[in-house]
């Protein structure tokens, strides 16, 4: 059962939809944003030769340093009047990037976190409990609108306060708690510290995104709350959450809303369209956005698409969990690893908390990696025997050795409470 009869279209009849509206877009664009006026005008393109989405790939990408150069609102395509909502996304440096929408794009919003929302399994009549944070990020606000769209109750209790939060849990008996999945963690410690079972709370799932996850690390969080985790993904320059999202049928990838954002795979390297199922850089149009269309946006996530059928039912094409960015590669004297991959070996020994740091140094203009992890409550034996089970598994399957590695007791390592959580320390 889907939530909107495009979700099931034919392929043939959403790729009509893509097409038309894509002409739109880069037409509105062309005419509205002096950005992309000469940005295509520099690639040669004239706006009238798209005309469907086989010629996307004509045009130039959009990258992340474009939104900062036209800081604040250069990427606008709409007048200050017609803008109803502004939301920004800060990275780790520089300018925040500033997004707009119109009262249209609001609504285009809401309906694809309705979608997304209800394609987790979440059902008009129940409660969610929102602990993304409210404000200028995208997740909170999002969230909360999708929640109302979708006929369902919204308890927005945003990041942070832990103790509230828990209480409202416990005495609201919400169906679904949508927050970031380290926040996720933290609220599962907290709870036990409080001698609280969440597992025997009606609670039966968790919307998580905004940070990427491994699989083990989802496991943690189905075990420690008793629910299932589901990923939702999005960002800012695109819309905010909700551009795709697993569904609770199969859980195999994440459909994404493909009448509103038309997805590419690229190599990140030389930017050819990758074919399907290879993995490579996701990269993102916008479709029906007013205030602020995006062109082939290079959105930095690493993941690939399928277009296999879902068993749920939905043609919508499907996108692999991200689990890594093209600006988190490590580079260990020569070995090119992602954190993730360090966090799926480690938290697969099982004896490892779902809790790690990793430091980078230069030292004598040699790179120098140390991981730090905190060792399971359960675990019974000692610290150097788990070392040595790391150290062994990373040479192994990722055939690195870091410098150090450093087992902590459990609760050592700094959680996060509010926000995205950092794991990555860079001092070089
Ligand atoms: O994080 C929007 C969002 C809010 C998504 C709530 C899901 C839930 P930004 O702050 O602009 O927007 O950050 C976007 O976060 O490019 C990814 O690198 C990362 N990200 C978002 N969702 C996921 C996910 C929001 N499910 C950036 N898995 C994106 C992995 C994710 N990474």
């Known amino acids: 059962m889907v939530y909107s009869d495009i ?11 893509q097409s038309e509206r894509l002409a739109e877009t880069v037409a509105n664009a062309y005419e509205n944003v002096d950005f992309y006026r000469e940005a295509l005008d520099e690639a040669g393109v004239d706006p009238d030769e798209i005309e469907g989405v086989e010629d996307v790939s004509k045009l130039p ?27 920004a996304s800060s990275g780790t440096t520089g300018k925040p990037k500033i997004v707009a929408y119109t009262d249209e794009d609001l609504g285009v919003w809401r309906e694809v976190m309705a979608r997304s929302l209800h394609a987790a399994g979440v059902r008009p009549g129940e409660t969610v409990q929102n602990a993304y944070g409210y404000g200028l990020f995208t997740g909170g606000l999002g969230f909360h609108d999708g929640v109302e769209e979708l006929g369902a109750t919204v308890i927005p209790t945003g990041g ?4 509230r939060q828990l209480d409202m849990l416990r005495d609201l008996d919400s169906d679904a708690l949508a927050c970031t999945p380290s926040y996720c963690l933290y609220l599962a410690e907290a709870a036990e510290d409080r001698m609280m079972d969440v597992r025997k709370l009606p609670l039966s799932r968790v919307i998580i995104g905004a940070e990427p996850f491994t ?11 008793g629910v299932s985790a589901l990923d939702v993904y999005g960002l800012s320059e695109i819309i905010g959450p909700g551009v795709s999202i697993e569904c609770e049928e199969a859980q195999d990838g994440l459909h994404v809303w493909e009448d509103h954002f038309y997805p590419e795979v690229v190599d990140p390297e030389t930017g050819e369209v990758l074919p399907e199922g290879e993995s490579g850089e996701l990269v993102l149009t916008t479709l029906t956005k007013e205030a602020l269309p995006a062109i082939r946006y290079r959105t930095g996530d690493i993941t690939s698409l399928t277009y296999e059928r879902c068993a749920c039912g939905r043609t919508a094409v499907r996108m692999d969990n991200v689990t890594g960015r093209t600006d988190d590669l490590l580079i260990v004297r020569g070995v090119n ?3 993730s991959q360090i966090e799926d070996v480690v938290l697969d020994l099982g004896d490892v908390a779902p809790h790690y740091r990793i430091d980078l140094y230069r030292e004598d ?4 990696m140390e991981i730090t992890v905190e060792h399971h409550e359960a ?19 990722l ?30």
Do not use: C, W
Not at 160 to 163: I, K, V
Not at 215 to 225: G, N, S
Not at 400 to 426: H, L
């Open 215 to 225: 699989d083990p690390m989802r496991e943690e969080i189905e075990r420690a709350l």
């Open 61 to 87: 990408f959009t990258t992340k340093t474009d939104f900062r150069d036209e800081y604040p609102d250069g990427l606008f395509a709409v007048d200050h009047d017609d803008v109803r909502r502004i939301h």
């Open 365 to 368: 203009s040699l790179d120098r």
């Open 160 to 163: 942070g306060n832990t103790a």
């Open 337 to 339: 690893v992602y954190p």
């Open 399 to 428: 055939e690195i050795e870091p410098d150090a590695v450093e087992v902590v007791e459990p609760g050592s390592i700094e959680r996060t409470e509010v926000g995205k959580v950092k794991r990555v320390y860079d001092h070089r």
């Open 379 to 397: 675990f019974r034996g000692t610290p150097d025997q788990l070392r040595d089970r790391i150290e062994s598994a990373l040479r192994d399957v």
């Open 7 to 17: 979700e099931s279209a034919p392929r043939e009849e959403l790729r009509a939809l």
